[in-house]
């Protein structure tokens, strides 16, 4: 029998509550997935029950825009501060044209949970999920091709370094590397892969690839894999996150930020091999973080949102339930 990982992240997404779209204020109760920033100063957060909430004024105040789903949504890419992408459960795909005033659901090729979302500009974009779904478009999400891999295996996460060479990480350890654009894919040697009914799983739930040789991978039991050769081979530097899992990372100018259970949240310099935790008084499960220049937002369960507005020097919790705008 196959062994399968309770990743709390998917968990929640899988047996959240249904409530009505865009009825309720957003409450201690919401689990929040993903967040994009733009210019230091717009924010858009997504999770449980359909909940986009979105801040324009570096999280001073929030409003709560309707996607028209309850379907809990997963990963949100901002291309600027007008053109949006979201994705979630059950083939969820939400984009809009206005900064959010209005959200269109869009038909894709699958029904299939779907997990991450990128652009690497506003016309090539790219999808991953559940079943090894990979969904890519070149018209700006007109039409989106199904480029799955037709296996048992779910993709978390993906980093894309230009329109042809890009890469997804996912369950047992799997990491794949395209150099067409998405439509063939090698399996790489991560050096954690683990068979489908091995005792043991081994799990990437994201990976980020600064330039086309340095990129990083992280997952189970505070993981983190490195590579310095565009993937020819990954080495494990250890229980970066302290045995808790790491389920998301951000990079800012010469520091990588990495996030996760527990309200583990770890940096360093590029230049450094030392990495440094910070307490931030959070016990939750910390999903998703994005870093600008100054402004950072970490988000995770049960209505967490963590700010930063000097690069992560200090960081303050905020409550966007009772600082909604009306």
Request: proline fraction near 2%.
């Amino acid at each position: 029998m196959r062994k399968i990982i309770t990743f709390v992240l998917i968990a929640a997404c899988f047996f959240s509550y249904s409530a009505k779209a865009g009825e309720r204020d957003p409450s201690y109760f919401d689990d929040f997935y993903d967040v994009a920033i733009i210019d230091d100063r717009l924010i858009w957060i997504v999770g449980s029950q359909g909940t986009i909430l979105h801040s324009s004024d570096r999280g001073e105040s929030w409003v709560l825009q309707k996607g028209g789903t309850d379907n809990s949504l997963s990963s949100v890419w901002a291309i600027d501060a007008n053109r949006l992408w979201i994705v979630g459960i059950y083939g969820t795909v939400l984009h809009t044209e206005d900064g959010g005033r209005r959200w269109e659901r869009i038909s894709t090729p699958t029904k299939n949970h779907l997990f991450a979302i990128q652009f690497i500009n506003p016309q090539k974009g790219r999808i991953v999920g559940e079943g090894s779904t990979i969904l890519d478009t070149e018209n700006g999400g007109g039409k989106w091709q199904d480029h799955s891999l037709g296996k048992d295996v779910l993709l978390y996460g993906m980093s894309l370094l230009d329109s042809q060479d890009g890469y997804i990480a996912g369950e047992f350890g799997n990491i794949y590397h395209t150099r067409d654009g998405g439509k063939t894919w090698k399996q790489q040697v991560s050096g954690i892969e683990q068979a489908l009914l091995a005792e043991n799983s081994q799990c990437l739930f994201d990976i980020f690839f600064r330039d086309k040789d340095h990129g990083y991978a992280v997952g189970l039991d505070g993981g983190m894999l490195n590579t310095d050769n565009g993937g020819k081979s990954w080495k494990h530097t250890g229980e970066v996150g302290g045995k808790n899992h790491l389920l998301s990372m951000a990079l800012e100018g010469q520091r990588i930020w990495m996030v996760g259970l527990r309200g583990t949240v770890v940096h360093r310099e590029l230049n450094s091999n030392r990495w440094n935790r910070i307490d931030l008084g959070v016990k939750q499960p910390l999903n998703g973080i994005a870093m600008g220049k100054k402004l950072g937002i970490i988000v995770g369960s049960n209505g967490t949102v963590i700010r930063t507005q000097d690069g992560g020097a200090h960081w303050e919790i905020l409550k966007p339930g009772e600082r909604r705008a009306k």
